[in-house]
C-alpha cells in the first residue's frame, strides 16, 4: 500500500461515514432534549426508499433528500406525540417503528428494487482540495459529506453556546428547572425530536443516493442501530459522536481492503467487526474502564480529562414531563 | 386534566380496543389501493390463504408454534424489565444446535430429537447468556447486545451454510442438505406441523404460566422489573435473576429455532428465524404482557403472515404486507390502545398491565447507557 | 413588595391541602411559615410561586390582583422561589445555568453575563466560580447560585423552603446574613419555611402557622418555643419516654476500619455498638456516615480493617450474606431503594421470606400480611400496593418486613418526611427491637432526634469521625461545634 492508497481509503472511509455522521447529530439533537428516538433503523429505511424513489421520480435528487427529510420526521413526530402527548413508553413506540418502517419500506418500494437512480454529483472545492493528503480526503468530496461535516460543527455550537441550546438541554437533564426558567419544554423536546428526526431522514437518503446507491428490501438495515449505539459511545456529544461514526466507516472500509489484501480470511471475519466493535465500545463506556483510565493519569489532568471523557446521559433522558 | 368521569360514551370506552385494529386495516386498504390491488379481495386472498385447505391450517399451526415459544419466553424477560431483543439470535443459534446433532450424531430418531432439543435449548441460552452477561457485568443495554448478537448469528449461520456445512453438491448459500429423516420432529400429513412441538409449546406455556404467578422466582422477576435497586436491598439478587430469565427466554427461543429446522424447515437455512424474535416481541406488546392473550395473538400473527405469503405467490404483492399490517396494529394499540391514553371514558385504577409494565423495560435503557465517567 | 393572600384554596379532590388561607406579608421583613407535615405549606408555596394554580382565591402583589402562569411568569411579577433541592442544571458549568432562559437572544453574551453574576454574588457574600460545574458544588454554594438567578430576575418576594437542611453552619451564616441584608437593607419580602424552630427565633420578624389546611395562628418573633409548638400541633405532644435498658454483649465492632471512593475517603473508623444499643450518627450530607453504614451493610467495599459481627469476620460479605446472617438496612428514600411501586403489600412479604419456598402459598401469605398490618397499624389492605401508601405507612410497612431477631438494623433517616405522631410510633417500634438484643446504627440530619434517641453518638465531619459522646451528656451545640469540624 503506498501513500495514495492509504488516502484513498481515507476519503473513501469519510464518504462512507457521512450518513452515519449526520443521523448520529440528529439522534444527539433529540436525545439532549429527553427523547430517545429508537425507530432510527426502520425511519433510515423508509427515508432511503422514498429518497431514493422520490429523486428518480423527479429526477432531482435534492428533491429526494426533502423526501428522506420528512420521512424521517414524520415517523420522529409520532415517536414525540406518542411519549409527550400520550405518555407511552418511548422505546416500545420506536422499537414497533423500526419493524414497522423495515417492512413499509420493502412493501411500498417493491417496483423500484436494483435499478439505476439520480445520484449526488461530486464536487471539490478549488484550492482546498489541492492541499496534500488532508485535500483529497476532506475537499475532494461531495456535497454530503461536507454537510455532514459541517453540521457536526453546528450542532456542536448550537448545543454549547447558544441560548436555544440551553433550553434544549435543559429539558434533557432538568425538565423542571427549564420550566422555572421560562422554557417550554414539551415544545422544545417535540421540536429536537422532529428536527432531529429530519437529520436521520436526510442521512437514510444519504444512503441509497450517494454512498449506497439504489434500493432493494432492507437496503440499509442495521446502520439505524449502529448510530444508535455511536450517540452512547460518543457520549451525546457530536463531535466525539462524528469520530465514532468515522471508526465504524474505518471498519468498512478496513474490511474491503482488508479483503482484498487477505483473500485466504473468510469474508465472515470482516463482516463480523462493525457488531463486535459495537459490542467493545460499549463495553468500555459501561464498564469503569474510562475513570480507571483517569484514575491512572497525574493527578492534575484528572479534572479535565474527566470532563472531556466522562459519558453521562442527559438525566431525563426518556421520562416524560408534565407542568405541574 | 381530563381523567373526570364522563358517562356519556362509556360505549365507546368499551368499544375502543378494536378502534386501533379497524385503523390499521383501513390503513393497510389505503395501501393497497395505492398498489390498485382490491383490499377486499387481497385480504380474502390472505384468509383462504391462511385456512383455505387442511395444509394451509397445518402451515398456519406449524409457524405458530415456535412463535409462541419465543412469545412466552419474553413474557419471562418483560417481566424482569429486559427488553430481550437478541431473542432472534437465540432462535438461530437454537436452530445452528439443533442442525450440529441431526449432521454430527447418529442415533435413533427419539434420543435423536431429543437430544436434538436439549442442545438447541442450551445454545439458545448460552447466546442469551452473553446478553445478561454483558447488561450486568459491563452496563451494556440488553437491547443493544441483542442487536449485534442477532447479526453475529445471522453472519456465523451464513458461514456454516456456505463454508463447514454446506451440501456435497457445493455451497449455494441457501442452507445445508437436507437432514437424516431420524433427525426430523415427526410431521403430521406431509405438513409442516409437528404434533410433538405443539406438545412441547403447550408445556412450555403452562410452566411460565405457573411459574410467574405462583412461584417465589416469578415474584422476584417481577419486582425486578419494576425497581432493581429496591428488589436488590429486599434480597433478589439481580445478577442472578436477570441472567436466568435470560437464559430461560433463551432456551425457549432455542426450542422455536430447533422446531424451525426441525419441523417447517428439514435443513438449516439462510433466514431460519423468518423474523420470528421480532414477531414475538410484538406479539408480547399487543398482548399487554398478558399471558392468556398471547397464544391467540400469535395465531392471529401467524395467520395473516401465512395468508401474505400466499398473497404474494398469487397477487406478485410483496409479502411484507403481513408485516405492516401487524405492525401498524401494534403501533395503534401501543398509541391509542387504552382508552385513557386519548382520554375517553373513566379513569381506571387497575388498567391493563400494559402501562405499568412497560414503564420498566423503559428505564433500562437510559440506566444502561452511559454510567463510566 | 406587600403580598397579600386572600382566602386561598386548593382542593385535591376530597382533600383540602389549603382551606380558605388568608395573610399579608409587609416589605422589608423576614416571615416564617410553620406547621406539622402535611399542614399545607408546601402546597401553598406551590401556588405562591406560579407551579400551581389555587382552587379558589386571590393573590396581590402592591395590591395588585395577579395570576401566575407558570413559575416564570410569577418570577417575571417578582416572586421567587428557592427549593430545599435547587433548581438548578447539575450537568451546567455555573455560567451556563445562569444564563439559561435570562435572554430571547440566541447569542450568549458571556462577558456581561459574568459580570452581572459576580457583581450580585459579591454584593450578598457569596463567593461562585463562574466556570465550576454545578455537580462539584456543595449544596450551599447551589443555594447561593440559585438566590443569584432569583435576584437576577428581579424577584422581590423571595419564597425559600428549608434552606439550612444540609448545608454547613459557616454556609448557614452567609444564607442568613444576606437575607438580612435582603429584607433590612433592600427592603424585599422573605418568607422562609422550616422546621428548625431556634432558626426561626434567630432570623425572622413574624409567623405564620398552619394546621390542617388552615391558618391556625400568627405571632410577633422571637416568642417563647411552647408557644409556636403547641400552635403547630394544637398541644404540645409528649415524647414517649425512651424505657431504660441495659444494653448487653458487643455485637458490632469496626477495627480501624477505611472506606474509599472517589467522592469521600474515610479512614480509620474505631467503633463498638452492644446488642441492644441504639448509635446514633450526626453530620451533614456526605460527611462520610452514610459510607459507614453501607460498608457495614455489605454494600461498599472496605478498603483496610476489619468488620465484626457477632463474632464473625463480616469485612468482606456481601450484602445478601449479610441479610441471611441477620442483617437489615433500610435506606432513605422509601419508594427508590426498599419498597417496590406496584407490588402489594403481600407479595413484598413473600419476597423478604427468609425460608422461601418455590411455590407461593398465597392464602398462607395473605394472613401473615394481615396480622402484621394490625401489628404495625398499617392503613391499607394485604392487596394495596406499596405506592398507595403515604409515607409514614410505607415506613411502617418497611418495619413490617423486617424479620425477627436482628443482630443489627442500620437505618438512614428514619424518621425524615414523617409527623410527630408517625416519628414517636416509628421509634416505638424501634425500641421494641433492642429487647430482642438487635443493635442499632442510626443517621439521621436531626440533631435533637439523635441526642433523644441514642445511647451514644458520633458525629461525621468531612470523612473523619469525631470522639464517641454519650447521649446524655452532651448537647445540641457541641455536636453542632463538631459537625462544623472543632474538635
Given at each position: 500500500m503506498n501513500e495514495s492508497d492509504v488516502v484513498r481509503i481515507l476519503a473513501s472511509i469519510m464518504l462512507q461515514s457521512s450518513p452515519l455522521i449526520i443521523a448520529v447529530c440528529g439522534e444527539i439533537l433529540t436525545e439532549r432534549s429527553g427523547?430517545?428516538?429508537?425507530s432510527l433503523d426502520g425511519s433510515m429505511l423508509m427515508a432511503a426508499m422514498v429518497g431514493f424513489v422520490f429523486g428518480l421520480q423527479m429526477n432531482n435528487v435534492w428533491l429526494g433528500f426533502a423526501a428522506g427529510a420528512i420521512v424521517g420526521a414524520i415517523f420522529a413526530a409520532i415517536v414525540a406525540f406518542g411519549s409527550?402527548?400520550?405518555?407511552?413508553?418511548q422505546v416500545a413506540i420506536g422499537f414497533v417503528l423500526t419493524l414497522l418502517g423495515d417492512d413499509l419500506s420493502a412493501f411500498l418500494g417493491q417496483n423500484y428494487t436494483r435499478m439505476p437512480g439520480v445520484t449526488v454529483p461530486h464536487t471539490g472545492i478549488p484550492l482546498l482540495?489541492?492541499?496534500?493528503?488532508?485535500g483529497p480526503i476532506f475537499f475532494d468530496q461531495d456535497i454530503v459529506v461536507y454537510f455532514a461535516l459541517v453540521l457536526v460543527g453546528i450542532t456542536w455550537y448550537w448545543l454549547n453556546r447558544t441560548q436555544p441550546g440551553l433550553r434544549l438541554r435543559g429539558s434533557g437533564e432538568r425538565p423542571e428547572a427549564a420550566f422555572a426558567r421560562g422554557v417550554n419544554v414539551n415544545r422544545q423536546r417535540y421540536l429536537y425530536t422532529i428536527l432531529g428526526g429530519a437529520l436521520v431522514g436526510i442521512a437514510g437518503a444519504a444512503y441509497s443516493l450517494n454512498v449506497k446507491i439504489g434500493w432493494s428490501d432492507g437496503h440499509i438495515r442495521g446502520f439505524g442501530w449502529i448510530a444508535l449505539a455511536i450517540v452512547i459511545f460518543g457520549g451525546w456529544s457530536p463531535i466525539r459522536g462524528a469520530m465514532g461514526a468515522i471508526l465504524f466507516g474505518a471498519t468498512k472500509a478496513l474490511a474491503t481492503a482488508l479483503q482484498g489484501a487477505f483473500p485466504e480470511v473468510s469474508v465472515v471475519a470482516f463482516n463480523t467487526l462493525p457488531w463486535i466493535l459495537m459490542i467493545l465500545v460499549l463495553l468500555a463506556v459501561g464498564s469503569d474502564f474510562t475513570e480507571r483510565f483517569i484514575s491512572i493519569m497525574p493527578k492534575s489532568w484528572q479534572p479535565p480529562l474527566r470532563n472531556i471523557l466522562r459519558v453521562q446521559p442527559p438525566m431525563a433522558l426518556g421520562t416524560s414531563f408534565s407542568e405541574e | 386534566m381530563n381523567d373526570s368521569p364522563t358517562t356519556g360514551n362509556s360505549w365507546l370506552a368499551r368499544l375502543w380496543p378494536i378502534v386501533p385494529i379497524i385503523a390499521a386495516l383501513l390503513l393497510t386498504s389505503v395501501l393497497l389501493l395505492l398498489f390498485n390491488a382490491s383490499p377486499a379481495e387481497s385480504f380474502g386472498a390472505m384468509v383462504s390463504g391462511a385456512f383455505g385447505d387442511t395444509n394451509k391450517v397445518l402451515s398456519v399451526l406449524a409457524f405458530w408454534v415456535p412463535l409462541l415459544l419465543c412469545s412466552i419466553g419474553l413474557l419471562v424477560t418483560f417481566t424482569a424489565?429486559?427488553?430481550?431483543?437478541?431473542v432472534e439470535g437465540q432462535i438461530i443459534l437454537g436452530a445452528i444446535g439443533a442442525s450440529w446433532v441431526a449432521l454430527h450424531l447418529k442415533a435413533p430418531a427419539p434420543i435423536l430429537i431429543t437430544v436434538e432439543i436439549l442442545v438447541a435449548m442450551a445454545a439458545g441460552a448460552l447466546w442469551a447468556a452473553i446478553s445478561a452477561v454483558l447488561k450486568t457485568r459491563g452496563h451494556v443495554s440488553e437491547i443493544f447486545s441483542g442487536l449485534a448478537l442477532n447479526n453475529l448469528a445471522i453472519i456465523l449461520t451464513n458461514y456454516l451454510i456456505s463454508g463447514p456445512w454446506q451440501p456435497p453438491e457445493g455451497g449455494t448459500f441457501r442452507g445445508t442438505a437436507p437432514f437424516p429423516e431420524a433427525a426430523l420432529m415427526p410431521r403430521l400429513l406431509e405438513s409442516r406441523f409437528s404434533p410433538l412441538s405443539l406438545i412441547l409449546a403447550i408445556v412450555a406455556f403452562a410452566i411460565v404460566a405457573i411459574m410467574l404467578n405462583n412461584t417465589t422466582w416469578g415474584l422476584k422477576l417481577k419486582a425486578l422489573g419494576k425497581n432493581p435497586y429496591s428488589s436488590f436491598l429486599l434480597g433478589v439478587s439481580s445478577e442472578r435473576e436477570t441472567i436466568l430469565a435470560m437464559m430461560f427466554c433463551g432456551a425457549l427461543a432455542g426450542l422455536g429455532g430447533a422446531v424451525r429446522v426441525l419441523s417447517w424447515f428439514d435443513s438449516l437455512r439462510q433466514s431460519i428465524s423468518g423474523g420470528i424474535g421480532f414477531l414475538a416481541l410484538l406479539i408480547v406488546m399487543l398482548a399487554a404482557y398478558r399471558i392468556l392473550w398471547v397464544p391467540l395473538i400469535a395465531f392471529f400473527f401467524s395467520a395473516v403472515l401465512n395468508g401474505s405469503i400466499t398473497l404474494q405467490l398469487r397477487t406478485?404483492?410483496?409479502?411484507s404486507l403481513g408485516g405492516v399490517l401487524t405492525g401498524l396494529m401494534v403501533l395503534f394499540v401501543l398509541l391509542f390502545g387504552t382508552a385513557r391514553s386519548v382520554g375517553i371514558g373513566k379513569k381506571q385504577d387497575t388498567d391493563s398491565g400494559a402501562p405499568e409494565v412497560t414503564a420498566g423495560p423503559a428505564s433500562t435503557i437510559s440506566s444502561d447507557m452511559g454510567g463510566g465517567g | 413588595m406587600r403580598v397579600e393572600l386572600q382566602d386561598i384554596r386548593k382542593y385535591f379532590g376530597p382533600v383540602k391541602a389549603n382551606d380558605g388561607i388568608s395573610m399579608t406579608l409587609e416589605e422589608g421583613r423576614i416571615y416564617a411559615l410553620v406547621g406539622e407535615n402535611g399542614a399545607g405549606k408546601s402546597t401553598l408555596m406551590k401556588i405562591l410561586s406560579g407551579y400551581q394554580p389555587p382552587t379558589s382565591g386571590q393573590i396581590l402583589l402592591d395590591d395588585i390582583p395577579v395570576d401566575f402562569h407558570s413559575p416564570a411568569d410569577a418570577l417575571l411579577k417578582g416572586v421567587g422561589m428557592l427549593y430545599q433541592d435547587p433548581l438548578d442544571m447539575p450537568p451546567f458549568r455555573v455560567i451556563d445555568n445562569y444564563l439559561l432562559g435570562r435572554s430571547d437572544h440566541a447569542r450568549l453574551d458571556y462577558k456581561s453575563a459574568r459580570a452581572e453574576l459576580e457583581g450580585l454574588a459579591t454584593r450578598y457574600g457569596f463567593e461562585l466560580d463562574v466556570r465550576a460545574f454545578i455537580d462539584t458544588l456543595s449544596l450551599g454554594e447551589r443555594q447561593q447560585l440559585e438566590m443569584v438567578r432569583l435576584l437576577a430576575g428581579g424577584a422581590q418576594f423571595i419564597i425559600l423552603d428549608e434552606p439550612t437542611t444540609g448545608i454547613s453552619a459557616e454556609q448557614k451564616d452567609i444564607l442568613f446574613d444576606s437575607i438580612r441584608t435582603l429584607a433590612f437593607q433592600e427592603n424585599k419580602t422573605v418568607i422562609l419555611v422550616s422546621h428548625k424552630l431556634e432558626e426561626i427565633q434567630d432570623l425572622c420578624n413574624h409567623a405564620y402557622v398552619l394546621r390542617r389546611g388552615q391558618l391556625v395562628g400568627e405571632t410577633e418573633l422571637p416568642c417563647p418555643n411552647e408557644k409556636l409548638v403547641e400552635m403547630m400541633f394544637g398541644q404540645v405532644p409528649e415524647r414517649s419516654p425512651r424505657p431504660p435498658f441495659e444494653t448487653g454483649e458487643i455485637a458490632l465492632s469496626l477495627e480501624d476500619v477505611s472506606v474509599e471512593t472517589h467522592r469521600l475517603s474515610i479512614h480509620g473508623v474505631n467503633l463498638e455498638v452492644r446488642a441492644g444499643e441504639v448509635f446514633g450518627f450526626a453530620g451533614l450530607?456526605?460527611?462520610g456516615q452514610r459510607l459507614i453504614l453501607k460498608a457495614c451493610a455489605g454494600l461498599e467495599p472496605v478498603t483496610t480493617g476489619r468488620i465484626i459481627l457477632s463474632g464473625e469476620d463480616v469485612t468482606r460479605w456481601g450484602y445478601h450474606r449479610m441479610q441471611d446472617y441477620g442483617m437489615a438496612y433500610m435506606a432513605a428514600g422509601r419508594l427508590e431503594e426498599g419498597l417496590v411501586a406496584g407490588l402489594t403489600l403481600t407479595e413484598h412479604l413473600v419476597l423478604v421470606d427468609p425460608e422461601p419456598s418455590f411455590f407461593i402459598d398465597w392464602p398462607d401469605a395473605q394472613a401473615d400480611m394481615s396480622g402484621r398490618i394490625e401489628t404495625y397499624q398499617i392503613v391499607g389492605t394485604p392487596d394495596t400496593t406499596a405506592d398507595a401508601l403515604s409515607g409514614g405507612n410505607q415506613q411502617r410497612l418497611m418495619f413490617s418486613l423486617l424479620n425477627d431477631h436482628l443482630k443489627l438494623l442500620l437505618l438512614e433517616h428514619p424518621t425524615r418526611g414523617l409527623d410527630v405522631r408517625s416519628t414517636d410510633y416509628t421509634w416505638q417500634l424501634l425500641y421494641q427491637r433492642r429487647e430482642e438484643g438487635t443493635a442499632i446504627l442510626f443517621m439521621s440530619a436531626d440533631l435533637d432526634e439523635v441526642i433523644e434517641r441514642s445511647d451514644r453518638i458520633a458525629v461525621f465531619s468531612g470523612g473523619v469521625m469525631s470522639r464517641i459522646l454519650n447521649a446524655q451528656e452532651t448537647t445540641a451545640e457541641e455536636l453542632g461545634h463538631l459537625i462544623g469540624g472543632e474538635a
Open positions: 427523547v430517545i428516538n429508537l409527550i402527548q400520550l405518555k407511552q413508553n482540495q489541492d492541499i496534500p493528503v488532508l | 424489565g429486559l427488553w430481550n431483543i437478541g406478485q404483492l410483496h409479502s | 450530607e456526605g460527611s
